[in-house]
């Protein structure tokens, strides 16, 4: 018998949904084995040299798809959140596996310096060890599996040990077999050698890794050897194993002298300019994911060379999915009716909730520019912009430039994305903590210790996540988006910078303060949006001239475009990219001279960083977020136009019923782990 499903109409006419006359026969248009995904761009990896091995991070579903790691995180399962007990009623379980990796050695030394071996030989697990901890539920909807069995990877004595190593051997998996595009099977075995050759061909490489976590590498009798560089300093073999060995392409296998060949759970078969398909490998080295029937056979992603207007992709992409001619479609092409439909009609449409992408990237996009100069023909201001913050001492603009960023109610900025938790702090919000009392406390990391790490304090006045939720919900602004965006402080806000204004004026009585607010090309909708409302709030509450436009590279503007990305979430990361900007650039970093609090001197004093990570670490949690916040306070970052905090946030998407996503932590997806559920 045919499975037919009706479909509510996404597109009617009128406000008030229909049911569309027609039905679709799901078992005519591709078989369930076959996932296909459409976007409105060009194919990014054409002839693009990503697919190959290099000093990358692992940042899009495809290569993380054909990625042939050592070992490797599986994630099983769907995340489901029962909204009115507050927990998870259902959850995605992240499991650790060996894959080119037969075993593991962990070499840990004693006070004489003598090593002790450990090995960790298999993965086995068990859920009696993964029980609900919030009523009938789970706090988290991601939950780390353990393992009972001390020679498990998924014991958490693992990490524990790897913590302390300062020497790891990975044993080789024998009898691997690369496969072509086709997925035949070659006699070209895999070797310790198709891995050790891009790292000894790659010294740039190996002196980072060197310098980031004191690991250096040797090869030996087909085992991949990283022991301590300096024996005299901790080697972290740990965050290298889970920063690079799991994350880094470097760690692709590539044949000598081959092309084309691969390892991974699915091959790339065709790579054109408007298509990407990726086949299953049935000669993986996971041998559960080669039987298994119930995992995807093809991957079809169809791009478009010439991007369509929104609304037409969103008409396209609409009726493919209705007509099961695609996979899964982002809830947000949708408009805001066809949303309301979607949500009504929930278990029709496969509206599915998953955790939504954490990029290594920090959340604001630009930082002011502190390099103003009059009479530049390329200026995106006018020379009294220029003379007015030449007037001003550091302090003064300082206080300016926060008042700016301040202005606006960041949980309004955040429920416009649909998020109730806003994130305006420099550092990633899964920073690990790492504070002496850390055993016996539960904040891990900055998000965990969320109202402390995005409070915010400036001339005596505070905001806080409770302050302005409650300017949001207030009766007198509930049903106004311009009252609800003015942040609690705006009054005090507006008085700082008025009376910087009204002093200049008092002596350029003619003065036009002009300055223009680029809109730049990674804004989405409704940042642009808020961008237009933000504008328009600083022209009617201030005697200023402000204009948005496109963002020209070729023009010098006052919020200055920037990209700041972390190598991973470890405090070490954030303080060297900070030690690096306050050493050079100053961009968010300008003002920490300004401060007189201990951690901030000697932050400025100490000769190096690691000087100042020792200082950190004798600290306690609490303390090591006291220290955080109020680094943060000194930076000045422009407004945060997206603030919504991913690690609170879902992304909503439409997936067709009979397929199983599970969520990721970092928000990329790993086909290797949709399954199909009839």
């Known amino acids: 018998m045919k499975k037919t499903l009706t479909f509510l109409s996404l597109i009617a006419a009128s406000s008030t949904p229909f049911v569309a006359n027609s039905c679709v026969d799901f078992d005519n248009i591709h078989a369930n084995n076959v996932f296909i995904k459409n976007e409105n761009q060009a194919n990014m990896l054409y002839q693009n040299q990503t697919l190959k091995p290099s000093d990358s991070y692992i940042n899009n579903e495809i290569v993380r798809t054909i990625f042939a790691p050592l070992i490797t995180y599986s994630y099983q399962g769907k995340v489901h959140e029962d909204k009115i007990n507050n927990n998870f009623d259902s959850i995605t379980k992240k499991i650790l596996n060996f894959y080119l990796a037969d075993s593991i050695v ?16 298999d993965s086995d697990y068990s ?4 029980k609900p901890d919030k009523g009938s539920g789970y706090s988290k909807p991601i939950l780390t599996v353990s393992s009972p069995n001390q020679t498990s990877i998924n014991n958490p004595d693992f990490w524990n040990k790897l913590k302390q190593a300062n020497k790891v051997e990975f044993n080789l998996k024998d009898n691997l077999f690369y496969v072509d595009k086709q997925v035949n099977q070659t006699k070209i075995n895999f070797k310790a050698n198709d891995i050790a050759d891009n790292l000894l061909n790659n010294q740039a490489y190996l002196e980072k890794i060197k310098n980031l976590y004191n690991v250096t590498f040797m090869m030996q009798n087909n085992k991949l ?13 740990d965050l290298f194993v889970q920063n690079e060995v799991m994350n880094n392409f470097i760690f692709q296998p590539q044949a000598q002298g081959q092309k084309d060949l691969f390892l991974g759970t699915y091959v790339v078969s065709e790579n054109e300019i408007n298509k990407l398909i990726l086949l299953k490998n049935d000669h993986s080295a996971n041998e559960s994911f080669n039987n298994a029937s119930d995992s995807l056979e093809k991957i079809i992603f169809n791009y478009n060379p010439v991007s ?12 493919a999915y209705r007509q099961n001619l695609i996979s899964m479609l982002n809830y947000s092409t949708l408009n805001s009716k066809q949303q309301e439909n979607v949500l009504k009609y929930s278990d029709i449409y496969g509206y599915n909730e998953v955790v939504s992408y954490n990029s290594k990237d920090a959340i604001f996009k630009w930082t002011y520019n502190h390099n103003i100069k009059a009479n530049k023909s390329n200026n995106a201001f006018n020379n009294d912009f220029a003379n007015f913050i030449h007037s001003l001492s550091k302090k003064e603009l300082f206080s300016f430039e926060k008042a700016l960023a301040m202005l606006l109610n960041p949980y309004t900025i955040a429920k416009l994305s649909d998020s109730n938790y806003y994130w305006n702090v420099a550092p990633l919000a899964s920073v690990q903590l790492q504070g002496i009392d850390q055993e016996n406390n539960n904040f891990d990391s900055l998000s965990a210790a969320y109202y402390l790490s995005t409070l915010t304090s400036f001339e005596n006045l505070q905001s806080n996540y409770f302050i302005e939720k409650e300017v949001y919900y ?9 009252k609800q965006l003015k942040s609690a402080n705006f009054k005090a806000l507006k008085e700082i910078i008025a009376s910087m204004i009204s002093k200049f004026k008092q002596v350029h009585t003619n003065a036009n303060i002009s300055f223009i607010i680029p ?3 990674t804004f989405s909708e409704k940042e642009k949006l808020l961008l237009e409302r933000y504008k328009n709030l600083l022209n009617d509450n201030f005697d200023l001239n402000v204009q948005i436009e496109e963002y020209d590279s070729n023009k010098t503007y006052f919020f200055k475009k920037t990209h700041i990305s972390y190598l991973n979430n470890s405090l070490e990361s954030f303080f060297k990219v900070l030690w690096d900007d306050f050493r050079s650039v100053q961009s968010f970093s300008y003002f920490l001279d300004l401060s007189n609090d201990e951690a901030i001197q000697k932050f400025i004093n100490l000769k190096t960083l690691d000087e100042f990570l020792n200082y950190l670490n004798t600290k306690t949690t609490y303390e090591q977020i006291k220290i955080i916040n109020t680094f943060n306070n000194y930076f000045n970052i422009p407004v945060i136009l997206n603030n919504a905090l991913s690690e609170k946030t879902f992304e909503k998407i439409l997936i067709q019923n009979y397929l199983e996503l599970p969520s990721f932590e970092d928000g990329i997806i790993n086909y290797a782990d949709v399954r199909i559920t009839y």
Not at 127 to 130: A, G, K, M, Q, V
Not at 225 to 237: D, H, Q
């Open 106 to 121: 962990i070499y840990l030394p004693d006070n004489n310096g003598n090593l002790t071996q450990f090995s960790f030989i």
């Open 225 to 237: 050897i990283f022991s301590a560089a300096n024996a005299e300093k901790e080697a972290k073999l």
């Open 519 to 521: 809109v730049l090309d």
């Open 474 to 482: 207030q009766k007198e602004n509930i049903l106004d988006l311009n």
């Open 308 to 319: 369509l207007d929104e609304e037409t992709f969103r008409i396209q992409s609409l009726r």
């Open 127 to 130: 859920l009696n060890l993964t």
